[in-house]
């Protein structure tokens, strides 16, 4: 069983650092790739990045200089920071299990957490 789950705060205001939690219950997390993606309203899915099996990470370009994800393996626990937000970063964020021996899918997914950025 691989049980995904985000938190974090629901509302922060713009130029605030945004921080989620991805708890992952079952495997460890280095048996598999870590990405958090996001569905913007009217713009649909965005992939953010990764975390690999190593700890190595892949960050989207677009986001390359606000993002950062990082991972606790003695906790199960991938972290994602988003620095300097605006309301354009309104989203459901999701973690995801990426299995690259599996052509990249994006299998196991958590329930979504939905953030607001005001301005």
């Known amino acids: 069983q691989v049980q995904l789950r985000e938190s974090g705060p629901g509302l922060l205001k713009a130029s605030h650092t945004l921080s989620l939690t991805c708890t992952v219950t079952g495997p460890a997390i280095t048996t598999a790739y870590w990405a958090w993606i996001r569905h913007l309203p009217g713009k649909g899915m965005e992939w953010m990045g990764l975390v690999t099996y190593e700890g190595g990470t892949i960050v989207s370009p677009p986001l390359k200089s606000r993002a950062t994800i990082s991972r606790d393996t003695a906790k199960n626990q991938v972290f994602l920071q988003l620095n300097n937000v605006t309301p354009e970063d309104t989203a459901v964020y999701y973690c995801?299990?990426?299995?690259?021996?599996?052509?990249?899918?994006?299998?196991?997914w958590g329930q979504g957490t939905q953030v607001i950025v005001s301005s």
């Open positions: 995801t299990r990426q299995r690259p021996s599996r052509g990249n899918q994006n299998d196991v």
